[in-house]
């Protein structure tokens, strides 16, 4: 096992959890983004090797999304500022080695900007809603479409899994069934979400992670382009977010603080 990759592979998916950050954007900033592309669109070019790094990827992420549920939850509610600035700092730290893979060009400088200004429109106009369970059949095609919608953050930097799962009106079921995975009395309720969620999720990741493939093979420099813009759009609309909380001069130093302590240490990594 890789530890460094599990590793990674935990923060990304503790990132996940947060409401407005993208795991996907994480990945980039540790250079992991290309790679699991590659390696899930090519796996039997070198199947063993492409196995392993998914496999320590992929049990970081889903031990970073059961295991740290709660804790996060705890911390985004009532340390939310402190908790988002922290993952900024991490994110922050990564894009000095991506903007590298750019080329100093017009088109992509162009690019940048409209990918950048679309996401911020799009995620200015965010709705958050409350799904009501109909006990039915609906409910499975809803939690279906969740799970498309999970693997779209997920794939795409930039772009928050769980903002859309709250736009569905699904975040409350999804975090409060990841958090009580282990509870046997409410293993007919787990299953009834996880299954239709799992199964959309699964083939949601599969199609878009083709086509992204095959943008960076053709497009690469409009792809990542394209994707920087994503980025730097949900740091920008975090920072303003966090900016709108955080009350006095000490609550600011402090903030920028632990920013720069992620910045720091992703910079190390």
């Given at each position: 096992m890789n530890i460094k990759e599990f590793l990674k592979g935990i923060v990304i998916g503790i990132a996940k959890i947060i409401p407005g950050l993208s795991g996907a954007v994480l990945m980039i900033s540790f250079n992991l983004y290309d790679r699991a592309i590659e390696?899930?669109?090519?796996?039997?070019?070198?199947?063993?090797?492409?196995?392993?790094f998914l496999?320590?990827?992929?049990?970081g992420i889903i031990i970073g999304i059961v295991f740290f549920s709660k804790v996060i939850s705890y911390f985004v509610t009532n340390y939310y500022t402190y908790t988002t600035s922290l993952f900024i700092g991490l994110i922050l730290g990564g894009f000095p080695v991506i903007i590298k893979k750019i080329d100093k060009d017009k088109k992509n400088y162009l690019i940048i900007f409209i990918s950048f200004l679309s996401m911020s429109i799009l995620s200015?106009?965010?709705?958050?809603?409350t799904y009501v369970l109909k006990n039915n059949c609906f409910d499975m095609i809803i939690f279906f479409i969740s799970g498309v919608l999970e693997a779209v953050g997920t794939?795409?930097?930039?772009?928050?899994s769980t903002a859309l799962l709250m736009l569905m009106g699904v975040y409350n079921i999804y975090i409060s069934t990841i958090g009580n995975l282990f509870d046997i009395s409410l293993i007919k309720d787990t299953l009834l979400f996880l299954i239709p969620f799992s199964i959309g999720l699964l083939i949601g990741i599969i199609v878009i992670t083709i086509l992204v493939n095959y943008l960076f093979k053709?497009?690469?420099?409009?792809?990542?382009?394209f994707i920087l813009g994503i980025s730097f759009s949900s740091v920008v609309l975090l920072l303003i977010k966090v900016l709108m909380q955080v009350s006095g001069i000490f609550g600011i130093i402090v903030n920028i603080f632990i920013l720069l302590l992620g910045y720091f240490v992703m910079s190390k990594i």
């Open positions: 390696a899930i669109t090519n796996f039997f070019s070198n199947p063993k090797k492409n196995f392993v496999v320590n990827l992929s049990l200015l106009s965010g709705i958050n809603n794939v795409l930097p930039g772009i928050s053709h497009h690469y420099q409009l792809t990542f382009s």
